[in-house]
């Protein structure tokens, strides 16, 4: 269906192809649209997801996984801070942390984070 605006009478077309799915902004899971139109009416943002318990599995994040580009040489960032020569500072950490959250866990164990 591609992109979908529910408040934007143009689109309203896309809700009626079938079959239609629309991710939740909060879990990332997919959802048929006829229930999810329904919350959508009454509010223009809503979690599509009735599991109040459920996360984004994707979002949980955890630095040590992270790949690092340290000296030619990938590595998870656990090893990173064993291999380098000083304290890892809280600093550092926090922008670890930072990136992983802003490309997301699956992203940051495929991509390299460049350390120097």
């Known amino acids: 269906m591609g992109f979908y605006i529910h ?3 143009k689109m309203r077309y896309k809700a009626r192809m079938k079959p239609s799915k629309l991710l939740c902004p909060e879990t990332y899971m997919w959802f048929d649209i006829e229930p999810c139109l329904l919350k959508l009416d009454k509010q223009k943002y809503s979690r ?3 599991d109040v318990n459920a996360i984004d599995e994707d979002g949980i994040v955890d630095i040590h996984k992270i790949l690092v580009l340290y000296q030619q040489t990938a590595m998870p960032y656990e090893i990173y801070t064993k291999q380098v020569h000083q304290p890892v500072t809280q ?3 926090n922008e670890i942390k930072e990136y992983a959250n802003l490309v997301g866990m ?3 164990q495929r991509l ?3 350390r120097y």
């Open 48 to 50: 599509l997801n009735d």
């Open 7 to 9: 408040i934007c009478p």
């Open 106 to 108: 699956k992203c940051a």
């Open 91 to 93: 600093e550092e950490e």
């Open 112 to 114: 390299l984070l460049y």
